[in-house]
Structures are given as structure tokens and as C-alpha cells.
């Protein structure tokens, strides 16, 4: 049986999300039990449910709380969840509230994998070959990253491309300027000694190649990866938009819409990041899955499944085994 905790509270959507996930997931998996968190009076539904145990907490951690007002508020939802899974010895915990708080907090009380140096955010990204992702690691837990780090980021990465995408040997690149070895920051080229005699290591990637599929985990420096990730939404967002425009232009461009809806919502659908579940704090002693801040039911039910499958994977054990050079 999986055990997961769940923040209720957080959120923009607050219960309206969180409450819709985990009964779609307690429809579609009967190996699950959830410890769920949040205002009791909301989630009455559960009471008599055996899978569900119900943690009451009243209070919801702002967004833009810090490390500090995170650990001092033992009252919040967030804090309450993190807590749980070390006092109840669950397997992960999910939530879609402060991301500052969520990360810090399970850095403190969970803490981190023995020999990790500094705990990473991962994040899957579609690519244009079908049902194909390639990972980022770090897209933000941290700013500034030593040479070991980015290497402990690769393993990290080749461990979780192997649980979550089912294969043996993940190719592994490090984020640069240009595909030479001579190529890359001061810290990047560094890594890239250590990372060199690796198997799965392929060198250097590009931004604007990282999306052709060729690449399956692509490390970098937290402050590199996360003006990445925001640089990316903000062109999806911005030619998803300009699309949109162009076919309301005029009443041909309408017509024309109509008959090529069916692919762009088919694009629409594989470009979903929802869908994706998701980030994952990689590198500390359980499996904290960060939702999207504004879930709905469905991409919150997502992010459970993520944190399931890595918990029914054994995926910090085999971080552990990665980092040691075990197979």
C-alpha cells in the first residue's frame, strides 16, 4: 500500500481541486491510503472513507512566505503535510501551494539524501517526437550551483528518467552556449569534467535544440534553468496567442481555423503542461511533488500519479544507488 500525504489548502483553486484529484485517484487505484490536510469542516467527504485519514489545519501558507515564517507557523497546511510524512512514514506528499514554503520545509524536516549536496527541482517537457519528454534539473530550488552539483543534478535526472519513462540508459546533457567542449560557463565546464567519462554523458545541448527529442535529462544551474523554464512559458504563451489571433482575423482565416482545428487541438493537448504533474524535489528522503498553483481536478489528480509512480518505482533508493555508481 502507498501511503501519500496531501496539502488540501493550497492552491489558487484551494479544495475545489485538491478534493476532485484524490477521489478521482481513490477511484482508479485501489493501493493507495492518503493522509489528507487541510480544514476539517472541508473535507468531511473523507470521514468515513478507510483509505483517508483527515490531519485538520485551519491555516494556509501565503505565497510568498519565507523559509523562516514557513518553519515558524507550525499550523499551516503545508507544514502540517511535510510534518506527516515524517511522523507517519508516508511515501511522498503533494501540494499546490507555496512553492518557497513546500520546498523549504521538506529540505528541513525531511532532509536530504546523504551525500546530496543541494536537492533540485525536475520538470518534464514534451518534445516534438510523440509521447517523448525530455527533463530539466534544476528549474529553480536553488541560484547558484557548484560543478559537483550539476553532476549530482545528471545522476539525479538519469535516475528518475529511468522510473518514470522506463529507460535503461537516459542521455544525459549539460544546458550550455554551444555544443563545443570548450564551450560554457566557468561551472558548467567544470561538471562537464566530471560528467565525462559517464556512458550516458553526450556533452553539451543548446536551449533551441533541447526540444527535438534527442536529449533525455539536461542539467544546469538553478538561476540558469528557471529564467529558462519562465523564458519557454512566456513564447508558448505568447504564439499560442498569435495563433489565436491570426485565425480570427478575418472570416477565411475562420473558415480555415475549422478545418484544422482538429490537429491544433491535438497540439494543444500534447503541449498541455499540466498533463505533465507537475515539479519534483529530487535529492531529499521522500517524494515531494509540487503541483501547478492553479490545478484543477484533473491536472491534480496528475501530480498524485507522479508522486505514486515514483514511490511504487523505490526512485530515492535508486538516487541513492545512482550517486554511489550502482546499476
Do not use: W
Not at 494556509?60 to 499550523?75: D, F, W
Amino acid at each position: 500500500m502507498v501511503k501519500l500525504v496531501i496539502d488540501m489548502s493550497g492552491g489558487d483553486n484551494g479544495v475545489s481541486a485538491t478534493i476532485g484529484g484524490v477521489k478521482l485517484f481513490l477511484q482508479d487505484y485501489s493501493d493507495v491510503e492518503f493522509v489528507l490536510v487541510g480544514k476539517k469542516e472541508e473535507l468531511k467527504e473523507f470521514e468515513n472513507n478507510e483509505r483517508c485519514t483527515i490531519i485538520d489545519a485551519q491555516e494556509i501558507a501565503p505565497m510568498e512566505c519565507t523559509a523562516l515564517e514557513a518553519m515558524r507557523n507550525k499550523e499551516t497546511s503545508v507544514y502540517k503535510a511535510v510534518n506527516a510524512v515524517k511522523e507517519l512514514n508516508a511515501d511522498g506528499v503533494v501540494s499546490a501551494g507555496s512553492t518557497g514554503a513546500f520546498l523549504s520545509l521538506t529540505t528541513l524536516i525531511n532532509k536530504r539524501i546523504e551525500g546530496v549536496s543541494r536537492p533540485a527541482l525536475i520538470l518534464p517537457f514534451p518534445t516534438k517526437q510523440d509521447n517523448k519528454y525530455v527533463v530539466f534539473l534544476d528549474v529553480g530550488a536553488s541560484n547558484e550551483n557548484s560543478p559537483e552539483e550539476l553532476y549530482q543534478f545528471a545522476k539525479m535526472g538519469e535516475a528518475y528518467y529511468r522510473v518514470v519513462f522506463n529507460k535503461e540508459n537516459p542521455t544525459l546533457y549539460l544546458m550550455s552556449n554551444g555544443t563545443e567542449e570548450g564551450k560554457g560557463s566557468p561551472v558548467s565546464k567544470e561538471a562537464f569534467k566530471l560528467l565525462k567519462d559517464d556512458k550516458n554523458f553526450k556533452g553539451y545541448i543548446e536551449a533551441r535544440a533541447v526540444y527535438e527529442g534527442y536529449a533525455d535529462v539536461v542539467a544546469m544551474d538553478g538561476f540558469t534553468g528557471n529564467v529558462f523554464l519562465k523564458g519557454a512559458e512566456g513564447m508558448a504563451k505568447m504564439m499560442s496567442g498569435m495563433i489565436k489571433d491570426a485565425f480570427k482575423s478575418s472570416f477565411v482565416s475562420k473558415i480555415g481555423y475549422l478545418f484544422a482545428r482538429k490537429g491544433f487541438k491535438g497540439l494543444s493537448n500534447k503541449m498541455d503542461y499540466k498533463k505533465v504533474g507537475g515539479a519534483l524535489l529530487l535529492g531529499v528522503n521522500t517524494i515531494p511533488v509540487k503541483a501547478h498553483g492553479n490545478s484543477d481536478p484533473n491536472s491534480f489528480y496528475c501530480s498524485i500519479r507522479v508522486c505514486y509512480n515514483l514511490a511504487k518505482g523505490d526512485v530515492v533508493n535508486k538516487i541513492k544507488q545512482s550517486l554511489n555508481g550502482a546499476k
